[in-house]
């Protein structure tokens, strides 16, 4: 009879439990912390790049594997064979039509297409003008070989009119610096030592495109750049003269199955790494979303467009994560805890109450039994009385506002008891 009121509280609370315990079925598991990622030769910049992401992941305890390729074409492959969750690729090298499950991230930094050629003491103007010429366009799989076997087809020079080789980026600059080649195409940024080794050269020259607009008209992701005189190193004079570039951008595609929480903190940390100054940009151009030929991936649009979301500026990544996976569990929170705010107040008085008229079952019991027991007997109930009398005492606590139902109480067993002793 004391633990009347655990009938009523013990249902409510296994209501609430189940509810969260129905709710959690819906809740996706927290993400395995790994990220492999598909780079390019470690001489390239694509491979920098990779260590400096891991650098920065790996403070948010996450594991990052990265895979070296031959460049764009075989990052692609990875991507669809699902060795590689992250990819870096050359704007261009692939469409919507040939990237079913893979989705752009965002384009990180510029990367122009550079054209080195022998050094004869005259300028060339045109592409023709390498007609018959030994060419190196990157080896098979690189993103350097698909553009450059483009334009130069757009110049009529192919394998049967002009000798075309596919040596990597190392091998041809040694190449040409030794005169064993004539031209080498290389898509690259400037940071890249392969460049900087190159213009310092005067054995080499470095190609200027006179038609860079008209190229970037025909292929809509590429732009004209202008390297001007001595931006690479004023003391040397490094160029010599303003050079026309033509760009692409290199960029970062995922799996579009991939974990959406560690696409969002991947994205994170590439603004960190990418949002400062450069030779080419301004400040916060890079990461962007712009004249990029793959469709941008869900998560990747909705950060660029919204930013941080108000967890994650207060909030470490992982700990506003796991709040917002939760959030469904507020669901059955608001459903039952509204009629239970609105049922509080009588709840509460009711509960009080109870802890005071639990123990009138009692003293009812002891009354009626006066009516059929031997008065020979009264003392032993007046005895039970003097005890619950203490009992009350010592285990009912109520605030003061519920004081008057407590005295009552006392009260009444002290009617019973008088009766007993007028009946003595």
Do not use: C
Not at 338 to 346: A, D, N, R, V
């Amino acid at each position: 009879m004391k633990y009347k009121f655990f009938t009523v509280t013990i249902p409510f609370i296994l209501l609430i439990v189940g509810a969260f315990y129905f709710t959690a079925s819906f809740i996706q598991p927290s993400p395995k912390k790994e990220i492999t990622i598909a780079t390019g030769g470690k001489t390239g910049n694509y491979y920098k790049t990779a260590l400096e992401y891991k650098k920065l992941l790996e403070k948010d305890d996450v594991t990052v594997n990265i895979i070296n390729s031959a460049g764009s074409i075989e990052n692609i492959q990875l991507l669809k064979e699902k060795k590689a969750d992250i990819a870096f690729i050359q704007n261009g090298t692939i469409s919507n039509e040939t990237s079913e499950g893979i989705k752009s991230l965002a384009s990180i930094y510029y990367e122009p297409l550079w054209v080195f050629y022998k050094n004869e003491g005259f300028i060339v103007d045109y592409l023709i003008q390498f007609y018959s010429k030994k060419i190196s366009i990157g080896k098979e799989g690189s993103g350097t070989r698909d553009l450059a076997s483009n334009i130069l087809t757009d110049n009529g020079i192919d394998n049967t009119n002009s000798k075309i080789l596919d040596l990597s980026n190392e091998e041809a600059k040694n190449e040409l610096l030794k005169g064993n080649i004539d031209v080498m195409f290389v898509v690259s940024s400037h940071k890249s030592e392969i460049i900087k080794e190159l213009l310092a050269s005067p054995s080499v020259n470095v190609f200027s495109f006179k038609r860079a607009r008209a190229y970037s008209q025909k292929y809509t992701f590429l732009e004209d750049l202008t390297l001007y005189e001595g931006t690479l190193d004023l003391y040397k004079n490094l160029p010599d003269q303003n050079i026309n570039l033509l760009s692409t951008t290199a960029n970062l595609v995922v799996n579009e199955n991939f974990s959406e929480e560690l696409k969002r903190l991947f994205l994170k940390r590439i603004v960190d790494v990418h949002n400062k100054k450069d030779l080419f940009s301004k400040a916060r151009y890079f990461p962007n979303t712009i004249n990029m030929k793959l469709d941008l991936d869900e998560e990747a649009k909705r950060y660029f467009e919204n930013g941080d979301t108000f967890l994650e500026k207060i909030f470490p990544y992982w700990i506003a994560s796991n709040i917002d996976r939760l959030k469904i569990l507020l669901i059955p929170l608001i459903t039952l805890l509204f009629p239970l705010f609105k049922g509080f107040f009588p709840l509460y008085n009711w509960s009080m109450r109870s802890k005071i008229y639990r123990w009138y079952d009692e003293v009812k019991a002891i009354d009626k039994e006066l009516e059929s027991i031997d008065k020979t007997k009264y003392q032993e109930e007046l005895e039970k009385l003097e005890k619950l009398r203490i009992e009350i005492s010592n285990e009912t606590k109520v605030p003061l506002s519920f004081m008057g139902e407590y005295y009552n109480l006392q009260l009444h067993i002290d009617h019973v008891i008088n009766k007993i002793e007028k009946s003595i």
